[in-house]
């Protein structure tokens, strides 16, 4: 039974930061690309950052880039998402995905809310 669950999220305040954390099971997990998606309401689910099996390269939208790092642990099978200087704009559902080239639709989390508010 294949498992990606994602913790970390909350209510934030604008400035703050966040660490999300996306914990997989039930695949070999090192040879998997992973990354994080986002969705705002009334919006399309959005490549937020991406990470390559190795971790050696990695990959960010623009509204994210600076502020947001994406980094995994292959003993561990878990991935992060580390979220600084958080912008109400940021809020949404975080979800996180495994995908490589025999399987390119990919596994998905559930998801975890974000919500940047003053």
């Known amino acids: 039974q294949v498992q990606l669950v994602e913790s970390g999220g909350g209510l934030v305040q604008p400035g703050g930061s966040l660490r999300l954390s996306c914990a997989a099971s039930?695949?070999?997990?090192?040879?998997?690309?992973m990354s994080w998606y986002r969705q705002a309401p009334g919006k399309e689910r959005d490549l937020v950052a991406a990470i390559t099996s190795d971790g050696g390269i990695t990959n960010y939208a623009d509204s994210v880039k600076g502020r947001f790092t994406i980094s995994r642990d292959n003993a561990k099978n878990t991935v992060y998402l580390q979220m600084n200087s958080l912008k109400p704009e940021d809020t949404a559902v975080y979800y996180c995905?495994?995908?490589?080239?025999?399987?390119?639709?990919?596994?998905w989390g559930q998801g975890t809310q974000v919500t940047v508010s003053s």
């Open positions: 995905n495994a995908a490589n080239r025999l399987r390119p639709r990919g596994y």
């Open positions: 039930g695949f070999t997990f090192s040879n998997y690309a």
